[in-house]
């Protein structure tokens, strides 16, 4: 049995779906102004299915504080949701419908009262609504009763399965299951200290345990996570916020601590702690299948633990992967966060294809860059360059140039404080004579080198093999 | 610069997003650069040459007429970009030709690479037209645009020299201080020697004064 209550002029103030609630845990809000619960059970409370339907109707006259709704409502009771949905709309006060007499008591409605949102036709298209309604004022059809007595045949042959659903819709025969009204779960956990903390160790268990309940609960809708925020209150009223983005979504309570302990490590709260709050993004967990033939890569969470710790020893800007930046700036990269790249198969194919096409046949001239550039004094006749002479503690370049190739000319970035603009040239420089046997022969080895042209300093940049 | 270098590839303001200064802005820095003469070669159009035109008359520089057109590929389903410079009353006419079939072909908004001249049209309208081989846009581009895919330069080469003539085809050669350009010019200076082409130094210019 299943009871609806219907108020078409509700407060604003007050929520249907939670009056509902005082009276049965499996509630369905069919809209705004309709909520329909299952009574089943609730007779040891009310007396009767009856009982209840008046209990609601008197209840909901009340005030708010007396958990009313402070306004009258329509109470129905059917056998089955649907019925005491129409009921409820256009019956006042409080009707019951007997299982098996519903078309004794809705057949009276008019055809126009049939809601459609009901039964699942798209109701975005309001043309089916007044295609249908229009084509049974056409057939004489005006109630429920007389839709319902048509052969379901004939309507099945005239208005297809939407019209066989109204028909079961306007004869009170849809069987159908509530669907339960559901309050979005919130993952977040807080806890105030007694005393205040200050070390790392007691702070430990306490995320622990924070942390324990909202991998349950995130276990429990199977669901995972890649956000963690974790908010501290200090002492003096001064509030501290961390964030940890994981790059994969995760649930492994022991990793979590790991993470946001290395990263209290790594940027302590500046006063102790009072008040601790953990709240988290919910998200799908990831789903990966291994193949065969693709190899296998760390487990995730052991590479974030990794990384972690790599961050805490070497500080968070140098660890990562390096990424060219779109740009002309010679050797311009930054380093981005290391994240694992998911093949799927179709791309692992392609992959494992372009790493198998044949090398081109022209040959490559294999350019090693010195990082950072040598510092060199240059000798200039008519801007060309004649000697060269630069060295730091692991390598010299000096020597006459022999040949030169240049200047390459880039600029850039002119608008910024950080701009470049530079010539480059190849250099084929010339270096003390080499002794083989009798015979000594000059050595001779191809750099490039450039000059700022802002400042007019020269650099040797890398040596060709 | 000197009398003895004339500027035969320039573009003006008229060639959108190709070009900064107008023909008369060109004209002035040609002038004082004492050039004898320049070329005027806007994208897909003569839209620049009457003031390029009037504005040289004004000054004493013989002006030259000329035009970008998109060509497409006879090889492949790409496009490149000829410089064409006319020769006589012919060569403007057929220019002219050029031009207004291949924007009467194209939709109003076409997209990039639509609005083309097909080589058979180029073919049958070359009298009277000397032909540049351009610079990176242009017919002996070493890697063609997006596909990547190395064209046949020599094939060109002799595509073209079948088109225009022996004699009214040039290698033209350009020096921006750029790497892939020089790499350029290496080849097609050998691709000159090979097929006995006259070589032309031009600079592109895109604009009249520095930025």
């Known amino acids: ?465 | 610069m000197t009398q003895s270098y004339i500027e035969l590839h320039t573009r003006s303001a008229f060639s959108f997003l190709e070009g900064a200064s107008v023909p008369e802005d060109l004209i002035a820095a040609g002038l004082a650069l004492e050039m004898p003469a320049m070329a005027l070669l806007d994208r897909d159009g003569v839209y620049g040459a009457p003031r390029f035109h009037l504005a040289g008359k004004k000054n004493g520089i013989k002006a030259h007429i000329g035009a970008e057109l998109k060509v497409s590929d006879p090889n492949s389903k790409t496009f490149f970009t000829l410089p064409l410079l006319v020769q006589s009353r012919a060569g403007y006419q057929n220019l002219c030709r050029l031009i207004t079939l291949m924007k009467l072909r194209v939709p109003k908004h076409a997209k990039p690479g639509e609005c083309a001249v097909s080589p058979d049209e180029l073919a049958m309208y070359a009298q009277g037209l000397i032909c540049l081989t351009g610079s990176e846009d242009g017919p002996l581009s070493i890697e063609q645009t997006g596909t990547q895919e190395k064209r046949d330069a020599k094939q060109m080469v002799e595509w073209l020299l079948n088109v225009f003539d022996k004699g009214n085809v040039y290698a033209e050669l350009q020096r921006h201080f750029d790497r892939a350009e020089e790499a350029r010019n290496q080849k097609v200076v050998e691709l000159a020697r090979q097929l006995k082409l006259p070589l032309l130094a031009t600079n592109g210019v895109c604009h009249a004064t520095p930025a």
């Open chain 1, 1 to 465: 049995m299943f009871a609806c209550i219907f108020t078409p002029s509700l407060p604003s103030d007050v929520s249907l779906v939670d009056f509902g609630y005082a009276f049965s845990p499996l509630l369905e809000e069919t809209s705004k102004d309709t909520v329909v619960i299952d009574v089943e059970g609730c007779e040891l409370l009310f007396g009767s299915a009856y009982g209840l339907a008046n209990e609601l109707s008197l209840r909901a006259v009340t005030s708010k504080a007396a958990g009313g709704l402070e306004s009258k409502v329509n109470v129905a009771l059917a056998a089955n949701p649907d019925t005491a949905i129409h009921a409820a709309r256009f019956f006042k006060g409080v009707s019951f419908i007997s299982p098996g007499e519903e078309i004794t008591g809705l057949g009276d409605l008019p055809i126009e009262s049939l809601c459609f949102e009901l039964v699942s036709i798209d109701d975005q298209k309001n043309h089916v609504r007044e295609d249908i309604l229009e084509t049974l004022k056409l057939w004489g059809i005006r109630t429920f009763r007389e839709f319902a007595t048509l052969p379901t045949a004939g309507v099945s042959e005239r208005l297809g399965q939407a019209g066989v659903k109204l028909q079961q819709l306007a004869g009170g025969k849809t069987q159908r299951h509530l669907k339960l009204h559901q309050t979005p779960p919130v993952f977040e956990n807080s806890i105030e200290l007694e005393f205040p903390l200050a070390e790392l160790e007691p702070l430990s268990f306490i995320l622990s345990r924070l942390l324990n309940q909202l991998c349950a609960k995130l276990n429990a809708y199977a669901l995972a996570t890649n956000e963690l925020q974790v908010q501290m209150k200090l002492e003096k009223g001064a509030s501290y916020e961390r964030k940890l983005t994981l790059p994969y979504a995760m649930r492994d309570h022991k990793v979590f601590l790991k993470l946001l302990l290395l990263d209290t490590e790594m940027h302590p709260p500046p006063a102790a702690i009072v008040a601790l709050s953990l709240k988290c993004e919910p998200v799908k967990p990831r789903v990966t299948q291994n193949g065969l033939f693709i190899p296998l890569a760390p487990e995730p969470e052991k590479l974030e633990l990794t990384l972690a710790r790599l961050a805490k020893l070497l500080g968070e800007s140098n660890i990562g992967s390096p990424e060219l930046l779109d740009t002309h700036r010679p050797d311009a990269f930054r380093i981005k966060r290391f994240t694992l790249r998911q093949l799927n198969k179709k791309r692992a194919g392609k992959a494992s294809r372009s790493s198998m096409t044949p090398l081109s046949a022209e040959p490559v001239v294999a350019f090693r860059v010195f990082r950072p550039p040598l510092r060199a004094l240059v000798e200039a006749v008519r801007g060309y360059p004649t000697q060269i002479s630069a060295w730091n503690v692991n390598r010299s370049v000096h020597g006459k140039i022999v040949q030169t190739a240049g200047p390459w000319r880039t600029t850039g970035d002119w608008w910024r404080t950080d701009s470049w603009a530079r010539d480059e040239w190849d250099v084929t420089v010339e270096s003390r004579p080499e002794k083989r046997g009798n015979i000594s022969q000059p050595l001779q080895v191809l750099y490039r080198i450039y000059r700022e042209l802002r400042s007019g300093t020269w650099f040797v940049e890398g040596i060709y093999d």
